[in-house]
């Protein structure tokens, strides 16, 4: 091994010591189940919330609509970003729509969920902003927050108190102050109080408030807009983030907005400007789910009512943990210990993986359940007597 690569060699003995060590899972998808080295496990890792992802019906309507709309094949490639050749008709349609369900001006299409939240913070901030974000926002975030000039403060996980102290303390320092926090919360699965942000944001005029719902859109309000929809405050949040590969059974992401903040960041923001838009197929199978989405209702209720059951059992069985959605984690504690159990449960047929730092803190390992309304009454019997 040449001498450069030595401390990368080193670094991954750490890893695989610590039982942190990260693999690419080579496995077959069978709509809820997966298989895996010939074994057949109930999926409980996967973000297909509704279970749309794995919908033949959903596909073979959709190629059929393609087919039989007498327009020429949707290429499978922008072939360049949206500002030189990559801007086709469906992207304007898609944004549209979206406008039109969330009853605001304007909506933008990305290529992804990382790409929307590494890139809108740097573009709509300077140095006479300040960047307050809750401490357990998602990593793409964060990558965003160390691209800005501008200073960050992360408030203790809602803590909302302590961001109020803080917006009192520092407001008349800076010309602007965006609240970034998720709405459901990836890996504790809790919730953001929406309302009371927004109640903050109204008392002081300097602030913007940016809220990711990528666990969230699908999932929560009676169209499956988000918590946002469900908390009456979609025209008051600012920037209004949604991603389609979850619950919406796509790839890529999109953020709501007034005009001005659109053209905006089109002019600045540089992960719109300098990537690859994505392909018309894939924009035309994202507007095709979203114009379905607020029909799923009885998906939505499914989900919740096997959410509700499997929190309530871990509370039956003395398991704390502080979900409030379909995001369950169980908190293990160490790296190595949530490997183990996560081993057992795949025995036991449930695909649960382990959460390892440093996606969580030290400490705090677990096993995270991803659940879909896929997943039957007696799947759940099973796994709870397996838990």
């Known amino acids: 091994m040449r001498e450069v690569y030595e401390s990368y060699a080193t670094g991954l003995g750490q890893l695989k010591a610590a039982d942190c060590l990260r693999v690419l899972p080579q ?16 999926n409980l890792s996967s973000n297909d919330y509704l279970g749309l992802a794995s919908s033949t019906e959903l596909y073979n309507e959709f190629m059929d609509s393609i087919h039989s709309a007498g327009m020429p094949p949707l290429p499978l490639s922008s072939s360049s970003s949206r500002l030189l050749t990559g801007n086709f008709e469906v992207y304007d349609m898609l944004e549209k729509t979206l406008a039109d369900m969330y009853g605001r001006e304007s909506a933008l299409v990305l290529s992804s969920g990382y790409h929307m939240n590494s890139g809108i913070l740097p573009a709509i901030s300077d140095r006479n902003t300040l960047i307050l974000a809750d401490k357990l926002v998602h990593a793409s975030i964060i990558d965003g927050i160390r691209l800005c000039e501008c200073r960050c403060i992360r408030y203790r996980h809602q803590d909302y108190s302590q961001l109020e ?45 940016y ?23 979609i025209q008051d949040i600012d920037l209004l ?18 005009r001005i903040i659109r053209e905006w960041l089109v002019n600045k923001m540089r992960t719109l400007i300098f990537t690859t838009a994505l392909p ?31 929190r309530e059992a871990f509370a039956g069985l003395g398991i704390q943990m502080p979900s409030q959605s379909h995001i369950i984690p169980m908190i293990i504690g160490s790296g190595s210990d949530a490997a183990s159990k996560a081993e057992e449960m795949q025995k036991k047929g449930f695909y649960v993986l382990p959460i390892r730092p440093p996606t969580v ?14 997943i039957s009454d007696a799947d759940l019997q099973t796994l709870i007597e397996q838990i």
């Not at 496995?27 to 109930?42: D, F, P, S, T, Y």
């Not at 102290?165 to 990836?186: P, Q």
């Not at 803190?361 to 896929?374: M, V």
């Open 361 to 374: 803190p030290e400490g705090t390992s677990r096993l995270r359940f991803s659940l879909t309304a896929d």
């Open 241 to 258: 983030c949604g991603t389609f590969g979850k619950a919406l059974a796509s790839a890529g992401a999109y953020v709501i907005c007034d």
């Open 280 to 310: 018309p197929l894939n924009v035309a199978w994202s507007l095709f789910i979203m114009r379905r989405i607020a029909d799923c209702g009885d998906l939505r209720n499914r989900l919740a009512r096997t959410s509700s059951s499997l």
């Open 27 to 42: 496995a077959e998808h069978c709509g809820k189940w997966i298989v895996r080295h010939g074994q057949k496990m109930l």
């Open 165 to 209: 102290n803080i917006i009192e303390k520092e407001a008349g320092s800076y010309k602007r102050i965006i609240i970034v926090t998720e709405s459901i919360f990836s890996m504790d699965g809790d919730l953001a109080q929406l309302q009371r942000l927004v109640d903050i944001k109204h008392r002081w005029p300097s602030i913007m408030l």
């Open 211 to 233: 809220v990711d719902e990528a666990h969230a859109v699908g999932v929560r309000g009676d169209k499956g807009l988000g918590l946002a929809e469900e908390s009456g405050c």
